[in-house]
């Protein structure tokens, strides 16, 4: 993979820098996505050396917040991990009030960081959001080869594995990024009594994803209540481990109505490959979705199609509840799905396309079309 060394601008990196112009920026995601990474670009130098990088973990930087003794030298000033402080939304309101005539504010975190800046109205007006995402096949490689195509699929799009790309430290980090997800953020966020459960129920999800997720099915694993086991999915949502997908209904067809589909922001954990690839493109979407919402403020959502008689297309890709397109994955370059042209006379989807990792290109988005992941990529402008 070209430059696989050098760790290139991340893709909010020009958004941030207009944004950062008018108001505060703070920036949240999963944990190790590259969020501090991202920060530091916008500083010179770009290290954690820098005095305008202020980490609310350092007992140093910690106390200067707190003293107001903030470095003025730089026309930006980074606060890491600052919500962990219990005042740290009237904090951050005084130093932005303070400061915003001649420096630009940027704030970042864990994943607990979207949790708490919910809470109150103190900040409001004062700053944008962006949620920073593991890397895509269009943001690391223009032009994508076979190759990079494999590489992301394997070790995943977060910064550490994919850029080391050697599978022992890949399989060391997984495990040791569930303990951290599941120690750190969820255990400082939720009052969960038995954080071995959750795990468990994490290490499970890989296998179920692909297919409309179960609560009975957990229930027996787990020996936990369908409840619970529902209100442990939305906190593993929360702290970005995990995002799920509702269905798509439509006048013309009965569709299922209640079953999610459960997907990971780290692919590279599912094992079964038809589901790796689904998982992966859900991602790609994902990413596009939180874009354009993050950016130009549309209301983006992804569902999928299922019927009660189990015809299925895996994505629908919403905006402002009107639908954009839908997307079927296929591992090979086979003919058009029967789902396809079975949904495309039902429903008011304008195009469809059946996404795979061979070379085939034919079909119309409004017919059908069968092409290359990274071709329908390029074809709807995925980020």
């Not at 920036?27 to 990088?53: C, D, E, F, M, W």
């Not at 459960?262 to 859900?282: K, M, P, T």
Request: include cysteine; charge should be positive; glycine fraction near 6%.
């Amino acid at each position: 993979m070209e430059n696989m060394g050098k760790r290139p601008f991340r893709y909010l990196s020009p958004m941030i820098d207009r944004v950062l112009q008018k108001k505060m920026v703070f920036i949240g995601g999963p944990r190790q996505v590259g969020k501090t990474t991202l920060s530091l670009q916008h500083l010179n130098p770009a290290s954690v050396r820098n005095p305008a990088y202020l980490n609310w973990d350092r007992s140093t930087d910690r106390s200067m917040i707190l003293r107001d003794e903030i470095p003025l030298n730089s026309p930006v000033l980074v606060f890491d991990e600052i919500h962990k402080y219990r005042k740290w939304r009237n904090l951050v309101k005084g130093l932005y009030d303070k400061y915003k005539l001649d420096h630009q504010i940027l704030v970042t975190g864990s994943a607990r960081l979207d949790y708490f800046r919910r809470g109150g109205d103190s900040l409001l007006g004062r700053y944008r959001y962006f949620r920073l995402h593991p890397f895509s096949l269009t943001e690391l490689a223009p032009h994508p080869t076979g190759d990079d195509i494999k590489t992301l699929l394997q070790f995943g799009g977060f910064p550490e594995p994919l850029f080391s790309q050697k599978e022992n430290e890949h399989r060391i980090w997984q495990r040791e990024r569930l303990v951290r997800v599941v120690d750190d953020d969820i255990g400082g966020l939720e009052n969960v009594k038995d954080l071995s459960l959750l795990t468990l129920l994490a290490e499970l999800l890989p296998s179920r994803v692909g297919t409309p997720l179960s609560l009975k099915s957990l229930e027996e694993d787990l020996q936990v209540s369908q409840p619970t086991i529902r209100r442990w999915v939305q906190i593993l949502e929360l702290v970005y481990f995990a995002f799920s997908i509702a269905p798509f209904g439509a006048p013309k067809i009965r569709a299922v109505k209640k079953l999610q589909k459960v997907y990971l922001w780290d692919w590279s954990q599912v094992e079964d490959a038809g589901a790796r690839f689904e998982n992966f493109v859900a991602s790609h979407l994902l990413k596009f979705c939180h874009y354009v919402e993050d950016t130009q403020g549309h209301q983006m959502e992804i569902r999928y199609l299922r019927d009660t008689d189990g015809r299925e297309i895996d994505f629908v890709v919403l905006k402002n509840k009107k639908p954009l397109f839908a997307v079927e994955c296929k591992t090979g370059d086979r003919a058009l799905s029967k789902h396809i042209e079975y949904f495309r006379a039902r429903t008011n989807i304008p195009a469809f396309y059946q996404v795979h990792l061979k070379q085939k290109d034919f079909g119309s988005e409004k017919s059908g079309r069968v092409l290359p992941f990274a071709t329908f990529c390029n074809a709807v402008g995925l980020v």
